[in-house]
């Protein structure tokens, strides 16, 4: 089973995370800020995981650190229940529609962290109770906790909810292609190097 537990407290959050990658998809996500929690719900569904996800953050301050912590937490989970990476797919890529909106993501599990994101969010960049580039911020700290390159393209979009939107299910559609197994090389690392 690839499942892991991670627990997070600093001065500015306290995260408890359970995720399975092996899933159906199920969901019990409370960070307070509520446009990120339709966010992560998204990923959990649309990617096939199960996570279950509590943080009590400083959001009197704003969502900030409870963003970013949850980045950092959900990546870390991520690469602690893909172990070696032995028999995953490696890559992933998805053009993920919205009504107006489409998005191109792409990721390689690499073990080297790198972003692209070309998202731009026009006009108003509040998304309910979060900031827009809070999107971006989250991303960034996912793929430094489960290194990876990982590259956004928005190709058409003027509604910020559904170019967030497109973000997040995109990410979801490839996180679950990389981390498939290959039946044909289960028991192989993916790469030349030996290790990833």
């Not at 359970?18 to 966010?39: K, P, Q, S, V, W």
């Not at 009504?99 to 972003?115: M, Q, T």
């Amino acid at each position: 089973m690839r499942a892991a537990q991670v627990k997070r407290k600093t001065n500015e959050t306290d995260i408890t995370l359970r995720l399975d990658l092996d899933g159906e998809g199920n969901y019990d996500i409370a960070t307070g800020c509520g446009f990120f929690d339709h966010m992560l719900q998204q990923f959990a569904r649309h990617g096939g995981f199960d996570i279950r996800l509590e943080c009590r953050g400083d959001i009197e301050v704003d969502c900030h650190h409870t963003v970013e912590d949850c980045g950092i937490a959900l990546g870390t989970a991520f690469a602690q229940a893909l172990g070696d990476k032995r028999g995953i797919s490696r890559y992933g890529w998805a053009a993920l529609p919205m009504d107006e909106a489409l998005v191109l993501c792409a990721a390689d599990i690499s073990g080297r962290a790198a972003v692209n994101f070309d998202v731009a969010f026009p006009g108003e960049y509040r998304l309910g109770d979060m900031d827009a580039e809070l999107v971006k911020e989250f991303f960034l700290a996912f793929a430094r906790a489960c290194p990876m390159a990982l590259h956004f393209k928005k190709l058409y979009g003027e509604n910020n909810h559904h170019v967030a939107e497109c973000a997040f299910k995109a990410f979801a559609k490839v996180m679950a292609q990389a981390v498939s197994i290959d039946p044909r090389r289960a028991d192989r690392l993916p790469t030349t190097k030996g290790t990833l």
